[in-house]
């Protein structure tokens, strides 16, 4: 199924169009992308550590302060993203943002909020893991595989 | 009223005319810097209404109300709507359509939807079909987002080459009524796909189809782009612009130069407001024409333009399938009558 076949047009000149559009094709800027995610999500990290040692000092040992922290920041990102303020957090910081767990808030409040014209049942209901719902498959079968090779290693 | 065919796919109307436009966009497009040109302007994206589906509705709704008031008309003056728009199943069009009751056409062509609504209409027209047609499109940039790709509040980065669907809505009155402005010939464009899969890049997908519609309506009227003021794409964008520019000359030794212009690239001021390409949408065509256009024809300032809107002609699912995106262009052209003539 060539395209040429399909459009009756000389192939080269496909071939010609398609090369000097990806010569100069405006490309993403790389270096200041990485930049900003570093500080994004470096701020994140550095604002959930300091929610961490709050707890700590509050007497939580540094494992059991681990799930307030998490709770808290979750909170965060699903304050942000109602407010309107996450999506334009990401659209600077980009993986900076999207990767923390605030931005696994922001992908599953935002479809929450996106969908609930269509109805609790088929919109917030059927369509609120639309974007985390990768993460948690793919995440879930990682976590599976793991835990039999541990099993089969015989470590505990 | 008659219909010449010449060539392929391209006839010459006579006893066809353009009469009153109107174009309503929301906010964005009123910061841009055609905003002087659009008969209102949304101060908001219309939150107002329950969904943005139904802003879309009332976007376009405003524009036939606008237009035919302008016309001194009522819908029971209007013979057959002619129109389309992104959604699915084209509800925007449809269901804006149950309000008016009007013998009403749908169309569907993504972004060219507004010339092959024009094309199909004027082709009716001139054969002594209807005497009045309202060729409308419409576009809102959140329910295009929607559909096409993430949940509003979703966090996520826009490349360079992505567009921006316009917030916008164009409609005019098509008339055998002798008015200024007539259909001079159009051409109806065929599918074409050179095999470009991004959808972050529609550019890409639409040139060709965009240059080849162009060509191929030259060639049929035996006329060179020396024969126009402007030749308009509806949404290549700044990258797309280069890219027709080059394919044109490349491929075809036709050199179009600054009489080619785009309706999305024109919309937005590109650098300021973030747009990215430029905009998008059946609507940015629709109401780029629809506004600044068809007002300079008016004037005088320009006499004779060819429009040839662009569309991307993908789905969702069919992107994520791995297809690849045709695209489509539809051209028409619209001359100013002289005095005298």
């Known amino acids: 199924m060539g395209i040429d076949v399909r459009n009756k047009v000389n192939p080269d000149r496909i071939r010609r169009f398609q090369d000097y559009a990806n010569r100069i094709r405006p490309q993403k800027t790389v270096g200041i992308n990485l930049a900003w995610a570093f500080l994004v999500g470096g701020a994140i990290s550095l604002f959930g550590q300091g929610v961490m040692w709050a707890f700590e000092h509050e007497g939580f040992s540094s494992q059991a302060a681990a799930t307030p922290t998490s709770i808290v920041l979750v909170g965060m990102g699903a304050l942000l993203t109602g407010l309107g303020w996450y999506d334009r957090i990401v659209k600077r910081g980009g993986m900076g943002g999207s990767l923390p767990i605030t931005g696994f808030a922001n992908a599953i409040v935002a479809p929450a909020m996106e969908y609930r014209s269509e109805g609790l049942v088929l919109g917030i209901g059927a369509k609120l893991f639309t974007v985390a719902g990768p993460v948690l498959v793919y995440g879930m079968a990682m976590a599976f595989l793991v835990g039999v090779a541990r099993y089969l290693l015989g470590t505990s | ?341």
């Open chain 2, 1 to 341: 009223m008659a219909v010449q065919r010449s060539g392929e796919s391209s006839y010459q109307i006579e006893g066809v005319y353009l009469g009153q436009t109107a174009a309503v966009v929301g906010p964005k497009e009123g910061e841009g810097p055609l905003a002087d040109w659009f008969d209102r302007i949304w101060p908001d994206e219309g939150t107002r209404y329950p969904s943005y589906e139904k802003a879309e509705q009332a976007l376009l709704s405003e524009a036939e109300s606008i237009a035919l008031d302008k016309s001194n008309m009522t819908w029971s003056d209007v013979d057959v709507v002619v129109g389309g728009d992104l959604l699915d199943q084209l509800i925007t069009t449809n269901f804006d359509a149950r309000s008016h009751s009007r013998p009403m056409l749908g169309v569907f062509s993504a972004c060219a939807s507004f010339t092959e609504g024009l094309a199909l209409a004027s082709l009716i027209l001139g054969q002594g079909g209807p005497s009045t047609a309202l060729v409308t499109a419409a576009s809102h940039h959140l329910s295009a987002e929607r559909q096409f790709r993430f949940p509003l509040e979703l966090g996520y980065q826009r490349s360079p080459t992505a567009s921006w669907t316009a917030t916008a809505s164009g409609v005019a009155v098509l008339s055998t009524r002798r008015s200024d402005l007539r259909i001079d010939s159009l051409t109806i464009g065929r599918v074409l796909d050179w095999g470009s899969h991004d959808p972050n890049d529609m550019a890409s997908a639409m040139a060709p189809a965009a240059v080849d519609t162009m060509v191929r309506h030259l060639e049929a009227m035996g006329e060179t782009q020396a024969h126009y003021d402007a030749i308009v794409t509806g949404d290549l964008g700044r990258f797309g612009l280069t890219l027709a520019q080059h394919l044109a000359a490349e491929e075809y030794h036709v050199s179009l130069g600054e009489k080619l212009q785009d309706c999305g690239e024109m919309l937005y001021d590109i650098q300021q407001q973030d747009v990215h390409n430029g905009g998008s949408g059946p609507g940015c065509s629709a109401g780029v024409f629809s506004g600044y256009f068809a007002e300079n024809l008016r004037s005088g300032r320009l006499h004779r333009i060819l429009l040839v809107a662009t569309g991307a002609l993908f789905s969702p699912k069919s992107y994520q399938q791995g297809e690849s995106i045709p695209g489509i262009a539809h051209a028409i052209a619209i001359t100013r009558q002289e005095e005298g003539q």
